[in-house]
C-alpha cells in the first residue's frame, strides 16, 4: 500500500429520540457519500453507556437507529451498517489510543465539560475518554473521511493529534515491519512513513447544527426535557405542524438578506431547517419568503417537513416491525466491518510490541 485508500466513517449515538437534528446534521449526509468511496455507518452503542442508560431498552433503540439509516437510503449492499459492540477491535484499539492520548488534550474537550457540568468528580471514566474511543471507531478502518457536524469537529481533532503522536512514537516500527503508507502531505511533524492516516472531517450541508425550537441558542437535543424543543423522526404530521407552529419566533417579518437574521436564532434556526429541507440555499429561501410574517412562513415549513419526513418515518416504523431483518443487516455488517479492523488490529499490536503466541 502506498497510499491510503479513501474511506468514510460515522456513527449515531442509540440514546432514543431521533430527530430532526440528527437527520440533517448527519444521516442525510450519509447517503450520499456511500455513492462516493467505501462507507461504514455504525450505530455506536459503546458511547451510549458512558452516561446512565436503559439497560432494557438498549437493543430496540440500537434496531431504531440502523432503521432510520435505511429509511433515510443507506443500501446495506453499499455501505457496511453495524452496532459498534459487535466488533471487539474498537475497544480494544481504545485502551491503545487511551495510552497514546494526553490528558491534557482531553481536559480540553467542550462536550466533556458541558456534559459532565458541574458534577465533573461523578462522570464516568467512559465519559471522559469518549474522544479516544471515537478516535479507534474511527481508525480502526484507516477512514480517511468523517462527516460530522459542528459540535463533534474538536473530538475529530483529536484523532488527528492520535493518529499524528502514534505515527510519530512508532515510526521506527512502521517503516522496520514494511507496515507504513507514503504520506501524502509530507511535513516537518510527520515521518515519510504512517501507519494512520490523518482524517479529514465532511462538515456538508445548510444544516450542520440545527438548533432547539423553543430556544434557537440551544442544540436541539433528545435530553431536553420538552419533547416541542425537536421533532422526532417517529412524529405524526399533526406532531410536527403543532410543533413548528409552536416553535418560538420574533415579530419581525423575514428579511430579504442574510444580514437580517442577525441576532435573531430563532428565526435563523427555521430558515435553515427549510434550506436543508427543500435543497434550497438559505438565501434562495429569504428571496422567497422576503418580508413574510411568520404566520405564512411556519405552514409551508411545516407542509415541507412532512412531505420530506413522512415517507422516512413510514419506513422506520415497518423496519422497526421486522426486528429479524434489522439483526441480519447488522450480523451482515459486523462481519464485514470486523474483516477490516481486524487486520489493522494486528498490525497494531505488531507495531506496539506485543507477544502473540497463538
Not at 502506498?2 to 449526509?29: D, E, K, M, W
Not at 485502551?95 to 468528580?121: P, S, Y
Not at 426535557?225 to 419566533?249: G, H, V
Request: glycine letters at 6%; aromatic letters at 6%; one cysteine or more.
Amino acid at each position: 500500500m502506498t497510499s491510503f485508500q479513501p474511506r468514510v466513517f460515522s456513527g449515531v449515538q442509540p440514546t432514543g429520540n431521533l430527530h430532526l437534528g440528527n437527520y440533517l446534521g448527519a444521516i442525510a449526509n450519509f447517503v450520499p457519500l456511500q455513492d462516493e468511496m467505501p462507507a461504514i455507518y455504525c450505530v455506536v452503542d459503546l458511547h451510549a453507556i458512558t452516561a446512565k442508560h436503559d439497560a432494557d431498552g438498549l437493543a430496540g433503540v440500537t434496531r431504531e437507529v440502523t432503521a432510520a439509516y435505511l429509511a433515510a437510503g443507506i443500501d446495506p449492499a453499499k455501505a457496511i451498517i453495524f452496532n459498534q459492540s459487535q466488533v471487539k477491535e474498537h475497544a480494544e484499539l481504545a485502551w491503545i489510543f487511551n495510552c497514546v492520548a494526553r490528558m491534557g488534550w482531553l481536559n480540553r474537550m467542550t462536550q466533556f465539560k458541558e456534559k459532565a457540568g458541574k458534577n465533573r468528580e461523578n462522570a464516568s471514566v467512559g465519559l471522559f475518554a469518549y474522544p479516544t474511543l471515537m478516535a479507534a471507531d474511527i481508525l480502526a478502518y484507516r477512514a480517511t473521511h468523517v462527516p460530522v457536524g459542528d459540535d463533534q469537529k474538536q473530538h475529530l481533532e483529536l484523532t488527528r493529534d492520535v493518529a499524528q503522536k502514534f505515527n510519530n512514537d512508532f515510526a521506527e516500527r512502521i517503516v522496520e515491519l514494511g507496515l507504513g503508507v507514503d504520506n501524502p502531505n509530507p511535513n516537518p511533524e510527520l515521518p515519510d512513513q504512517l501507519y494512520f492516516p490523518l482524517t479529514e472531517p465532511i462538515i456538508a450541508g445548510p444544516a450542520t447544527r440545527i438548533m432547539s425550537l423553543r430556544d434557537g441558542t440551544k442544540k436541539m437535543s433528545k435530553s431536553d426535557p420538552s419533547d416541542l424543543s425537536r421533532i422526532n423522526l417517529k412524529d405524526t404530521a399533526e406532531d410536527i405542524a403543532k410543533k413548528i407552529r409552536k416553535a418560538k419566533t420574533d415579530p419581525e417579518p423575514l428579511p430579504s438578506e442574510m444580514e437580517g437574521l442577525k441576532d435573531r436564532p430563532e428565526a435563523e434556526n427555521l430558515v435553515g431547517i427549510f434550506a436543508a429541507l427543500s435543497g434550497l440555499s438559505r438565501e434562495q429561501v429569504l428571496a422567497d419568503f422576503a418580508g413574510q410574517p411568520f404566520s405564512v412562513f411556519k405552514p409551508a415549513l411545516a407542509d415541507l417537513a412532512v412531505e420530506k419526513l413522512a415517507p422516512i418515518t413510514g419506513e422506520m416504523n415497518r423496519l422497526v416491525a421486522d426486528p429479524g431483518h434489522i439483526d441480519a443487516v447488522l450480523r451482515d455488517g459486523a462481519e464485514r466491518a470486523a474483516a477490516i479492523a481486524e487486520p489493522v488490529l494486528k498490525d497494531v499490536r505488531r507495531i506496539c510490541g506485543f507477544l502473540e503466541c497463538r
